[in-house]
């Protein structure tokens, strides 16, 4: 049973992670005074979209005059090749689940902690290159500020508050992540 047990969950995984090209897997969520509704920039595993057709645009309004970068999807690399590596990792959960060789679920499990640290110190470099270098010739200046948002939480950003968070999509990594470990765990424990 634990056998069968570990092969569907392997599988399970795998397939979560497909829910990434119909969900976003993180939100940036910036509140103020003059937005008391929010700005929700949505994050994809292929695109970067918002709540309304318009969200993209307005943040990058409010940035110019900051001096950040506007944010171009056609420009982040990570949007291209991120479908791939998902899509890999799917068919190698099936074919882990199919084989059901006891290395291969550590294996794989241990492939997917080390994309998704990858993921996330990727995510925080570009956080930071975005909120760190600045146009010197923004309409407004402010010295030693930075404006990276959080990787994970609340902060302040001038009159803004910038919550990021991770979406539904985010929520199948989770569980992705879950299923593959408790696979892992069961297939470790059967003697054969």
Do not use: C
């Amino acid at each position: 049973m634990k056998n069968t047990s570990s092969r569907i969950l392997i599988i399970l995984s795998g397939l979560f992670l497909l829910t990434l090209f119909v969900y976003p897997m993180w939100r940036i969520t910036l509140l103020a005074p003059q937005y008391p509704d929010g700005v929700h920039m949505y994050i994809y595993i292929n695109k970067i979209g918002g709540k309304t057709p318009g969200t993209l645009q307005n943040v990058n309004i409010l940035n110019h005059y900051i001096g950040m970068k506007p944010i171009e999807p056609d420009a982040i690399p990570e949007l291209k090749y991120f479908p791939t590596i998902v899509l890999i990792f799917t068919g190698l959960a099936i074919l882990v689940g199919m084989i059901n060789w006891k290395p291969f679920y550590l294996i794989w499990l241990l492939l997917f902690v080390i994309a998704l640290a990858l993921a996330f110190y990727d995510f925080y470099l570009w956080e930071y290159d975005y909120g760190h270098n600045l146009d010197p010739h923004a309409p407004m200046k402010f010295d030693d500020t930075s404006f990276q948002p959080p990787l994970f939480g609340t902060k302040n950003l001038l009159n803004f508050i910038a919550k990021s968070y991770p979406h539904i999509g985010g929520y199948f990594i989770i569980l992705s992540l879950f299923s593959a470990t408790l696979a892992t765990y069961l297939r470790i424990r059967v003697k054969r």
